[in-house]
């Protein structure tokens, strides 16, 4: 790590999702985040679903994101600009 730069870990708890249609899937799929970059809010699909990210007190900076289903896991990246 270089200096200035932070890590975080925060975990959410996927309540509350929203089916958005029904897409062919073989297995746990995780979709980029809209819009990226974004700035206070961002959504991301795991599969058929769509959860929606508030970036709170959060300071600009790149953040990855993770989905475990099933024994497969996929890591993304957003970006957060304020």
């Known amino acids: 790590?270089?200096?200035g730069t932070s890590v975080y870990r925060i975990r959410l708890a996927v309540t509350g999702v929203e089916e958005?249609?029904?897409?062919?899937?073989?297995?746990?799929?995780?979709?980029a985040n809209y819009?990226?970059?974004?700035?206070?809010?961002?959504?991301?699909?795991p599969g058929i679903y769509e959860r929606a990210f508030e970036a709170g007190g959060?300071?600009?900076g790149a953040y990855l994101?993770?989905?475990?289903?099933?024994?497969?896991?996929?890591?993304?990246?957003?970006?957060?600009?304020?």
Request: overall charge positive.
């Open 1 to 3: 790590m270089t200096a």
């Open 58 to 60: 959060l300071s600009s």
């Open 35 to 45: 819009p990226n970059p974004f700035n206070g809010i961002s959504h991301f699909g």
């Open 20 to 31: 958005h249609g029904a897409v062919p899937l073989t297995g746990p799929e995780l979709f």
């Open 65 to 82: 994101y993770r989905l475990d289903a099933g024994g497969h896991a996929s890591t993304r990246i957003m970006v957060l600009v304020r």
